[in-house]
């Protein structure tokens, strides 16, 4: 996956269609997001000592890691790795970039 936690993303299929957000936790195991105000999701909860109420919370649910776009410059892309060898303590170690396939810029 090429997404990370705190990536600006838009989501691109299903019922949020269009909607933009912060990636609030990446789960790889299972390849899914859970993006900032998108697919919220009715929880009922029990009174406890942190909500001493309980009743019905909402709360963002996970999605499916191909229905969302990174965001860059303002701009859906599709994310890309490169790979470059770098001279680091004297040893030369492959070093992973992830770039904008629309631009070809290094995002991080």
Not at 39 to 54: D, I, L, R, V, Y
Not at 56 to 61: C, D, L, N, P
């Amino acid at each position: 996956m090429r997404l990370k936690k705190g990536d600006t993303v838009v989501v691109i299929a299903g019922k949020d269609k269009g909607k933009e957000g912060k990636i609030l936790s990446v789960d790889r195991k299972n390849n899914r997001v859970m993006v900032e105000g998108v697919s919220m999701a009715k929880k009922h909860t029990k009174p406890n000592a942190a909500n001493q109420q309980g009743g019905i919370i909402h709360q963002e649910a996970a999605i499916h890691a191909s229905n969302v776009m990174l965001v860059y410059k303002g701009k859906p892309t599709r994310v890309g790795i490169k790979v470059e060898k770098e001279e680091r303590n004297g040893r030369m170690k492959n070093v992973r970039y992830r770039i904008a396939k629309s631009t070809g810029e290094i995002i991080d």
